[in-house]
């Protein structure tokens, strides 16, 4: 809901509803917004079906549809990165701007390790490590 907002929010604060505006922003801003957009699109069906009663009824498919929540955490990341105006998306290369893109690079990929056994079995706390269930 809350992507929806801020995407709602931005286009009109950016493009103030004038999509052929999206051609004059620069190239680094064209390819965030559609990471963004594509973002978007990929948490959708995620979020349109986090209900008990759908996740029963969808099965197996209910974990394939939240699995592009993987893809969307990659995409938001480029998103924020080329856009965001506290990273690289400020068009100031500074020292402050490149270290807060390494952090999302970093916090990013720390999210995608903790989702992994591997990672958990490097720690000896595999233990820890709650693998996806069967489908009902």
Known sequence: MLSVVHTAHMIEHSLQWNFAAFSFLPPEFQWGMAAGAVALILM???AL????????????????????GVPALLLSAIHAVLIGSHYLGSLQLTWGNKLAAVLMGIITLSVLLVRSRFFWSKLALEKFYVPPTKSR
């Open 49 to 68: 079906t986090s209900w008990e009663s759908l996740q029963k009824s969808l099965g197996k498919r209910w974990r394939q549809i939240h699995l592009l």
């Open 44 to 46: 959708s069906p995620a």
